[in-house]
């Protein structure tokens, strides 16, 4: 391992097996068994489970992770990034040695600290101050150094007044204050964080990762960062890997890998809609496709706010449709239309939609204005005949993250879109 590798993973994988359940006890497991060969009933058989006395012992193996390999240097920001289920928080917890591979090899230098989930690494009994030592002690540092830094983790941490308070009454959003704080102030080598900052407000965010750009550009340290908003790997990341299926998918610039993990080829176009039996309307005119581009003239299903979107929407014409308007509404996932895009508002003259089997109009959106959720277009054509195809549920997309407002904070909306404002105080 090179001298400014701090981090080197080769070939790791990790092997978890699907099967029956131990009861939690030797004993009990035993007297399973043997009910099993004597083909007696299990006795620890759980209410509305089969009791298939010939059945064998399935299982099941899985991979979590395979052939994993990268290396991180030194004051490198990693981030990982992937959907669900893609193997991000198995590999932080082998780099953080809370499990072991199955296979291959990891090499590092130095302490290693880990946010992983909330309260990891806290006492319930014992209170915020006794934590901070018992953390400290556990990454390897003598009371002294603790002791010196004590109050710096307190204050960044905002739980001053409840320091002296068992850990067991904190909130969830405290113990991720307090536990950062321990982990970013006690001077670990590498510093592993996952998506557990999502638990904080959007200040404590912003916080948390100045402090984390402060430790890499500042101490030289590094930095392991799983998080699904894109904006603060962005802003934060100095290069990223995408994960899938448990795989290295894309490793390189954090750009590219932004842009990487949000395409998606197999969903990007639907270019289904004429199956569809839901629509209303005169059925002449037929919605045949949408299709949603970034900038790049990239299809993306996964957006971003405050990002340009081109919305590309596909039909077909048996005759020409006079004065037609053509109109696209967006709709949260408590069915609220957020906003709509209709031509008829913004075009003076009248639009003829001349007969045509690939007939396309697209609307542009300079800075989309949604915050994170799950939406759905629905299209509706309108002319002077009246309604000519209506499709309610034409596609479904995703806000990921984004900063519309570029203050570098998530933007966090229950209702309605986000909108360009100035403020100043006049007295």
């Given amino acids: 391992m090179s ?74 920001v990693l981030g ?22 199955t296979v291959g090899e990891i090499k590092t230098k130095g ?58 009454r904190y909130s969830s959003g405290m113990k991720v204050r307090l536990a950062f704080a321990v982990a970013a102030h006690l001077e670990p080598d590498i510093l592993v964080v996952d998506e557990v900052l999502a638990v904080g407000d959007a ?82 005119f037929l919605f045949k496709g949408i299709s949603i581009l970034n900038e790049a003239n990239e299809k993306h299903l996964n957006l971003l706010s405050g990002e340009l979107y081109r919305f590309r929407i596909e039909f077909s014409t048996k005759k020409t449709i006079i004065d037609a308007k053509v109109r696209v509404r967006f709709i949260d996932s408590k069915g609220q239309i957020r906003f709509l895009l209709n031509n008829y508002f913004i075009d003076t003259v009248t639009l003829n939609l001349e007969k045509t089997d690939k007939g396309i109009v697209e609307y542009t959106i300079e800075k989309l204005p949604l915050p994170n959720g799950n939406y759905t277009i629905q299209l509706t054509c309108f002319s002077e005949n009246g309604l000519e195809d209506d499709l309610e549920k034409a596609v479904d997309f995703n806000l990921i993250g984004g900063d519309f407002f570029n203050s570098g904070r998530e933007q966090f909306s229950k209702e309605g879109v986000l909108v360009e404002h100035k403020f100043r105080v006049l007295k």
């Fill in 111 to 168: 302490r290693i600290a880990s946010l992983l989930e909330v309260g990891t690494g806290f006492h319930p009994e014992m209170t915020g101050r006794e934590n901070i030592y018992l953390n400290g002690a556990i990454l390897g540092m003598t009371k002294a150094e603790i002791t010196s830094k004590i109050d710096e983790i307190i204050e960044f941490s905002g739980c001053v007044r409840y320091v002296d308070t068992p850990v067991k």
């Fill in 3 to 76: 001298s400014n590798v701090i981090l080197k993973v080769e070939n790791v994988a990790k092997q978890y097996r699907l099967g029956l359940v131990g009861t939690g006890t030797i004993s009990h497991d035993l007297n399973r068994w043997w009910s099993r060969v004597r083909g007696k009933e299990d006795p620890y058989l759980k209410i509305g489970e089969a009791n298939d006395r010939s059945a064998k012992g399935n299982s099941e193996y899985v991979w979590a992770l395979k052939d994993i390999s990268f290396d991180v240097k030194k004051g490198e």
């Fill in 203 to 284: 200040e404590f965010q912003k916080k948390a990762i100045g402090k984390m750009q402060d430790i890499s550009n500042s101490d030289g340290r590094t930095v392991l960062f799983v998080s699904h908003n894109m904006a603060a790997v962005k802003s934060l990341c100095t290069r990223a890997i995408v994960l899938e299926h448990g795989k290295v998918a894309y490793n390189g610039s954090t750009q590219d890998a932004v842009s990487f993990y949000l395409s998606d080829s197999n969903r990007e176009i639907i270019d289904n809609l004429l199956e569809r039996k839901d629509r209303k309307g005169l059925g002449d």
């Fill in 80 to 101: 990982i990034i992937g959907k669900n289920g893609a193997g991000k928080s198995t590999l932080l917890k082998i780099l953080s040695r809370v499990t072991s591979p």
